[in-house]
């Protein structure tokens, strides 16, 4: 299929380069980038898994003084992110494919002080078969990376005290959590975000942890996304950098 370009601004200033028929930036990208804390003091390395077109790592870039190295699996998308770190002239962030399965083959171990990841959220047996192999179901599916495949390349590459930050479902919370008890990796700060304040229950869900195996969590005020107009909430313009 042929690949139709258009070119957005992300955040700020920031050109973005994406794919018409691919799956592209989301709600999602921009609220796990806010999520994110990191020094400003000391020059850090940060590593992002499942890269994708690498928007986070772009919005993160413009933040944060930090080295950055993008890890994704499919061809396609890394060349569109290495399109989209030209554009903007980035020298600080490197994009590669790999596989994660493979990450011992790929890093030394506790090469990072920061971990950036928007994984898969669905279930294999959740796919439905006409997606099956297709960019998005691989972006939206865990066909080849599943929560498991996440923490532990977690638990390899964060050095001792580095921070991790993920965006998933938040019905997939208990996992997440079974996930980290599994390899010794404690939540510390977790926000649920809904799409409204009248909203029953809550879609998404935003987790930041560390490589300890105590879960001192600390459960954020929850965010909305929309007002009842279904104008942005004032909290979700900042997040768009609007």
């Not at 799956?23 to 804390?37: E, I």
């Not at 029953?200 to 300890?212: N, P």
């Amino acid at each position: 299929m042929e690949k139709i370009e258009r070119i957005d601004y992300l955040y700020k200033n920031l050109k973005f380069i994406q794919y018409e028929n691919h799956y592209s930036v989301s709600t999602d990208t921009y609220l796990l980038a806010d999520f994110v804390k990191m020094s400003k003091v000391n020059k850090k390395k940060m590593i992002e898994l499942c890269s994708g077109n690498g928007a986070i790592s772009l919005i993160l870039s413009y933040k944060y003084n930090i080295d950055i190295t993008m890890v994704e699996i499919q061809e396609d998308l890394v060349e569109l992110s290495k399109k989209n770190i030209d554009i903007n002239e980035i020298q600080r962030i490197s994009s590669i494919q790999g596989d994660i399965r493979n990450i011992k083959d790929m890093f030394r171990p506790s090469s990072f002080d920061y971990l950036v990841c928007n994984p898969p959220y669905f279930p294999v047996e959740n796919m439905p078969k006409t997606k099956q192999g297709t960019n998005h179901s691989i972006s939206r599916h865990e066909i080849l990376c599943n929560l498991d495949d996440v923490i532990s390349s977690i638990k390899y590459l964060l050095k001792q005290n580095g921070r991790f930050f993920m965006v998933h479902r938040s019905y997939r919370l208990a996992d997440i959590i079974m996930a980290c008890n599994k390899y010794n990796v404690g939540i510390k700060r977790i926000k649920f975000v809904y799409s409204k304040i009248s909203s029953d229950t809550s879609k998404i869900v935003l987790v930041e942890g560390s490589i300890s195996n105590i879960n001192d969590i600390k459960i954020e005020q929850p965010m909305y996304i929309y007002n009842e107009d279904l104008t942005y909430t004032s909290e979700m313009k900042k997040v768009y950098g609007l």
